[in-house]
């Protein structure tokens, strides 16, 4: 009598450990948020004790801010760098070490405002306005763009795993990396340009809706494109 032995299915296996890697570098990405949303509730307590509203009137006047503020871009760089080394050691490819970078850097992102709103019920508006980043200069804008980002890159990052599991990996080449860099440089232009005017009464007519829109809407549109090629 002949015997037959059933296969393993790899494809499914592959799947089931992509899933296990997602919820682990997810549960990684929260975890980090609160550290982020921890940091800025003590720096609020010291600098905004009467609340933390725009204009920021003495943003960056303050001579304990002056010293502090290097540390703070010191600290803003080594979250990047921890972000990095962890979708390193997560990924088996490059693919999948960019995709987890994407999976941390948008959990991190989102989480940031979910443990901001538990611990000081802060935002109280998806459309209030916050300090993002440090790193060359200051950017700003309000809590609706950085969000649409982050689920941006996460269905990035899920889509591209989805596929890598798949063994379909997504087909990227260099004038499509050069689109990406271009469009997330627009985005971060956006900020950069609220980011000079957050100590002015004005300071929401400073953050272009179009500029900032144009940068994510041609990331996507090229994302798109390169899933159409990948078929």
């Given at each position: 009598?002949?015997?037959?032995?059933?296969?393993?299915?790899?494809?499914?296996?592959?799947?089931?450990?992509?899933?296990?890697?997602?919820?682990?570098?997810?549960?990684?990405?929260i975890?980090?948020?609160?550290?982020?949303?921890?940091?800025?509730?003590y720096?609020?307590?010291?600098?905004?004790?009467?609340?933390?509203?725009f204009?920021l009137?003495?943003?960056?006047?303050?001579?304990?801010w002056?010293?502090?503020?290097?540390t703070?871009?010191g600290?803003e760089?080594?979250?990047?760098?921890l972000?990095?080394?962890?979708a390193?050691l997560?990924?088996?490819?490059?693919?999948?070490?960019?995709?987890?970078?994407?999976?941390?850097?948008?959990?991190?992102?989102?989480f940031?405002?979910?443990?901001?709103?538990?611990?000081?019920?802060?935002?109280?508006?998806?459309?209030?306005w916050?300090?993002?980043?440090?790193?060359?200069?200051?950017?700003?804008?309000?809590?609706?763009?950085?969000?649409l980002?982050?689920?941006t890159?996460?269905?990035?990052?899920?889509?591209?795993?989805?596929r890598?599991?798949?063994?379909?990996?997504?087909?990227?080449?260099?004038?499509?990396w050069?689109?990406?860099?271009?469009?997330g440089?627009?985005?971060?232009?956006?900020?950069?340009?609220?980011?000079?005017h957050?100590?002015?009464?004005?300071?929401?007519?400073?953050?272009?809706?179009?500029?900032?829109?144009?940068?994510?809407?041609?990331?996507?549109?090229i994302?798109?494109?390169?899933?159409?090629?990948?078929?």
């Amino acid at each position: 009598m002949q015997m037959s032995e059933k296969l393993p299915d790899t494809s499914c296996e592959l799947l089931k450990t992509t899933l296990r890697r997602f919820l682990v570098v997810a549960i990684f990405g929260i975890a980090l948020a609160y550290f982020e949303a921890a940091v800025v509730v003590y720096l609020r307590a010291i600098f905004h004790p009467d609340g933390f509203t725009f204009p920021l009137t003495s943003f960056g006047i303050s001579p304990l801010w002056k010293q502090l503020r290097l540390t703070e871009v010191g600290r803003e760089a080594a979250s990047m760098v921890l972000i990095s080394a962890a979708a390193w050691l997560f990924g088996r490819n490059l693919r999948q070490r960019f995709a987890y970078f994407l999976t941390i850097f948008a959990v991190w992102d989102i989480f940031y405002y979910i443990w901001l709103k538990v611990l000081i019920n802060w935002p109280t508006s998806i459309m209030d306005w916050d300090i993002l980043f440090l790193i060359p200069v200051t950017w700003a804008g309000p809590v609706l763009a950085p969000v649409l980002i982050s689920f941006t890159l996460l269905a990035f990052a899920v889509i591209i795993l989805y596929r890598d599991s798949c063994a379909i990996p997504l087909k990227v080449i260099l004038v499509d990396w050069l689109g990406f860099i271009l469009a997330g440089l627009v985005v971060v232009v956006s900020f950069c340009i609220a980011g000079l005017h957050i100590t002015k009464p004005d300071f929401q007519s400073h953050f272009y809706w179009p500029l900032f829109a144009a940068g994510l809407l041609s990331a996507i549109a090229i994302f798109l494109k390169c899933l159409l090629r990948s078929k």
